[in-house]
């Protein structure tokens, strides 16, 4: 596809459930970035890839909280043991560049995110 | 750690109005700012981005300065049209360049 694509679109999880979100990015992108953003708020950053490798993932709020890209393009993010505070927007996004610094506009895209919602 | 405020919250023009948008940041040490636009249920398109040793970025109807020492930049949007109804967002990157910190966003109505 020409952009980023994640699946599912929405997601209703009972608590307690798992889940896991999909993120096809813009075919030889070198970087995927996860965000988490609650309604009302800005995105706030989980975690980042370069190729496979997970350079950074010092913003997953708990351990329940598992990324992967193992071949360097689809990533997945998994929600273990669901809780409501879990309840977002997903957001994921992939550049061209192996970093953001020097960057330009428009190099980096974002999908359309995955709403989760944990009853 | 790097926290971005963005003011006003929300704001809402009637069509034709110039319109700037603030966003303040607190840590100065980064590498760039972008501005970007959601609208609702969308992910985010980036309009304009900075680099730290750049004052302003122009594309169309949209101008962005930055005074990094102060901490601050601002969104000008000249003309504003109906079209422009969105939350507009700015996030600083800092930390090995790989990620974001983002405000909160200003969401903006303009009125036909």
């Known amino acids: 596809g020409a952009g980023v694509s994640q699946s599912p679109r929405y997601k209703v999880a009972k608590r307690g459930q798992d889940v896991a979100l999909r993120c096809d990015p813009i075919s030889g992108h070198v970087s995927l970035f996860w965000y988490q953003q609650a309604l009302g708020q800005g995105p706030e950053f989980l975690t980042y890839?370069?190729?496979?490798?997970?350079?950074?993932k010092s913003g997953l709020p708990s351990d329940r909280f598992f990324a992967e890209r193992p071949e360097g393009s689809v990533s997945t993010l998994k929600i273990q043991r669901t809780q409501q505070e879990d309840s977002a927007v997903y957001l994921c996004a992939s550049s061209p560049r192996r970093t953001l610094q020097g960057a330009r506009t428009g190099e980096l895209f974002f999908g359309e995110g995955s709403r989760l919602t944990v009853l | 750690k790097q926290e971005v405020t963005q003011i006003p919250a929300a704001l809402s023009v009637p069509e034709g109005e110039n319109l700037v948008l603030n966003c303040s940041f607190t840590?100065?040490?980064?590498?760039?700012l972008q501005w970007f636009r959601q609208d609702p249920g969308k992910g985010l398109t980036s309009l304009l981005l900075?680099?730290?040793?750049?004052r302003e970025q122009t594309s169309g109807r949209l101008n962005a300065s930055l005074d990094k020492s102060s901490g601050r930049s601002t969104l000008y949007i000249a003309a504003s049209q109906p079209g422009d109804s969105a939350t507009y967002l700015c996030?600083?990157?800092?930390?090995?360049?790989?990620?974001?910190?983002f405000g909160e966003g200003t969401q903006l109505t303009v009125n036909p």
């Open positions: 996030a600083v990157t800092k930390t090995s360049g790989s990620r974001l910190t």
């Open positions: 840590d100065s040490a980064i590498y760039n």
């Open positions: 900075i680099q730290s040793s750049q």
């Open positions: 890839f370069q190729n496979e490798a997970q350079l950074d």
